[in-house]
Nanobody, 124 residues
Framework: VQLQASGGGLVQAGGSLRLSCAAS???????MGWFRQAPGKVREFVAA????????RYADSVKDRFTISRDNAKKTVYLQMNSLKPEDTATYYC???????????????????WGQGTLVTVSS
């Protein structure tokens, strides 16, 4: 499975961005997650969504500002980011769990395939 993340860029505080992650796979029924890593910091969980979009989880730091969604027909998962803050600045990665796993996880080690990352910079 290959994942291609896109949509990052430079935005002012309070602005919005939508990240996309397209998967190249014969099927797209995996738990998908978004993580981020700021310079000098560990990779952290942002959001994740179940295979059918029925369940999602968010980090407390992004709850009520970010929304994760997916379009299985397009094999794409999205992260809508609103009310962005300078502390949201990071490289954002999408990732997928094994197709045999249906439980959402917030742990990076639980995800087996990773995209290349897309940089989000929020200026104050």
């Amino acid at each position: 499975v290959q994942l291609q993340a896109s949509g990052g860029g430079l935005v002012q505080a309070g602005g919005s961005l939508r990240l996309s992650c397209a998967a190249s796979a014969s099927t797209f029924n995996n738990v998908m997650g978004w993580f981020r890593q700021a310079p000098g910091k560990v990779r952290e969980f942002v959001a994740a969504i179940s295979w059918n979009g029925g369940t999602s989880r968010y980090a407390d730091s992004v709850k009520d500002r970010f929304t994760i969604s997916r379009d299985n027909a397009k094999k794409t998962v999205y992260l809508q980011m609103n009310s962005l803050k300078p502390e949201d600045t990071a490289t954002y990665y999408c990732a997928t769990r094994s197709s045999k796993v249906t439980v959402i996880s917030t742990t990076p080690a639980s995800y087996v395939y990773w995209g290349q990352g897309t940089l989000v910079t929020v200026s104050s």
